[in-house]
């Protein structure tokens, strides 16, 4: 007989309820925001410009994460009150 030094513990869905991420759907809805598009546009530019170029030492890290910062501010605000 093994012995068990510990127990893994598991977390079972019911199957009727599909789970559903609710950041997923909240970035979704932030997105639409006319500041939080407007620094996904600024963004997409860069990258845009960026890829055209063959020799070039520019990224985007910096409007990358002004989006990103931005969008997870806005859905901070409802995430965990969404959660069960």
């Known amino acids: 007989m093994p012995l068990n030094w510990f127990s893994v513990p598991t977390v079972k869905a019911d199957d009727e309820d599909e789970l559903v991420d609710p950041q997923a759907a909240l ?3 932030c997105h639409g925001k006319a500041h939080i598009e407007s620094l996904y546009n600024k963004y997409q530019e860069c990258n845009d410009r960026v890829n055209g170029r063959s020799k ?5 890290v910096e409007e990358l994460f002004d989006y990103v910062a931005e969008l997870d501010h ?3 605000h409802n995430l965990f009150s969404n959660l069960k």
């Open 56 to 60: 070039t030492t520019e990224t985007c």
């Open 27 to 29: 970035r979704e809805k």
């Open 74 to 76: 806005c859905v901070a």
